[in-house]
């Protein structure tokens, strides 16, 4: 047998697809398992996975009509038995991706913006559930292919390499931060849609370290993020205590994941950052509330504090759902929404981690 899991939307949302993955394994020991990936980064979280045959990557955005066509004729011809779309993928062009691959059977979920061509596209659905985890969506899928939850437990699976190991701990070694309390922060929210206008005002990072640094001088902060967030990172260094400010220049995530095992808290809002830092078990992990937050995306098996969103009020949905359609609001709206969180606010929620 032949099963190929799509999981084409983003990093974090392939962390949502180990536990599935794993009972897909569990059930069927024999079986080819394969996964398709959009990022280089989904990639490299399920390298090392035990439960895995191969993963595939490709960027078909950018790799145009024809270089599309071409790598998905490749995974057509593998003849797979089963495909499944994972949770969240709502925009119709992941289920023609699908349906081109052509297994016999084609699980997926239903949304808001499923009409009558996905019936074509995909043949055995269920519908989404807003009041379930993305990892709990995925695993009512098994029933669809022929299968049954049969683990006692699920989490976030993560398979760190003695290279990754070895990386954290000579950065550890570098700054001197054994028997130091590391603090990691993420400032980043995300680059694809309008998800940058879910970030917490930089200025507000900066008077927060200041406090952290203040209150413990056995505190570093170390600020994790890639490209997106360099700017952040030097304004703010320029303006804390830049030896007890450290930018983390991990080459992957799962570098990133084997130093946040180092780290004793952990701040962000729902990025995939925020579900490395559940895999690992950090601790202390706090979230910043956005207009993106939601059952589906919480850190999965991991105790959080969850700092609430003043403009938000509840109305979660009626910001954003998984209908392929950006953040509602303009840039401007969205700015108030998350500068309505304040540097209060999330003191209140580190002190109330009581951090060891």
């Not at 995909?122 to 695993?139: F, G, K």
């Not at 997106?228 to 205590?241: F, G, R, S, T």
Request: charged content about 20%; proline content about 5%; overall charge positive.
């Amino acid at each position: 047998m032949k099963i190929l899991v799509i999981s084409f939307a983003g990093n974090g949302d392939t962390l949502f697809a180990t536990p599935m993955i794993h009972e897909l394994r569990a059930n069927f020991p024999e079986a080819r398992i394969d996964v398709l990936v959009r990022w280089a980064g989904a990639r490299g979280l399920l390298e090392g996975n035990p439960h895995v045959n191969t993963v595939y990557q490709n960027d078909l955005v950018k790799s145009g009509l024809v270089g599309s066509l071409k790598f998905l004729r490749g995974l057509r011809a593998e003849g797979y038995d089963i495909s499944l779309n994972t949770h969240p993928q709502s925009r119709i062009h992941y289920r023609a991706v699908t349906r081109f691959i052509g297994a016999r059977v084609r699980a997926s979920h239903r949304y808001e913006c499923s009409g009558p061509l996905d019936a074509v596209l995909v043949n055995r659905t269920i519908p989404q559930d807003y009041s379930l985890h993305a990892v709990e969506n995925n695993l009512a899928l098994l029933p669809l292919v022929g299968a049954k939850a049969k683990l006692p437990t699920h989490e976030y699976e993560l398979y760190l390499s003695p290279e990754d190991t070895k990386w954290a701990e000579d950065v550890i070694a570098a700054n001197r931060l054994k028997g130091r309390v590391a603090f990691g922060i993420h400032v980043g929210s995300g680059g694809t849609k309008n998800l940058a206008l879910r970030r917490w005002p930089v200025p507000n990072f900066v008077a927060l370290i200041r406090r952290l640094i203040a209150s413990r001088d056995d505190l570093t902060v170390l600020l994790f993020g890639g490209p997106d967030e360099v700017d952040a990172h030097e304004l703010i260094k320029k303006q804390c205590d830049s030896g007890r400010v450290i930018e983390v220049k991990s080459k992957s995530l799962r570098q990133a994941a084997a130093l946040l095992k180092h780290c004793r808290g952990f701040l962000s809002v729902d990025t995939v950052l925020m579900h490395l830092a559940a895999a690992v078990k950090v601790p202390g992990q706090i979230v910043i509330e956005t207009p993106t937050w939601n059952k589906p995306i919480e850190p999965y098996g991991q105790k959080f504090v969850l700092v609430p969103n003043p403009s938000v009020g509840g109305r979660n949905l009626d910001y954003y759902r998984y209908d392929g359609r950006a953040i509602k609001g303009t840039a401007a709206e969205l700015a108030s929404c998350m500068a309505s969180v304040t540097v209060d606010a999330v003191w209140q929620a580190i002190l109330s981690m009581k951090m060891q």
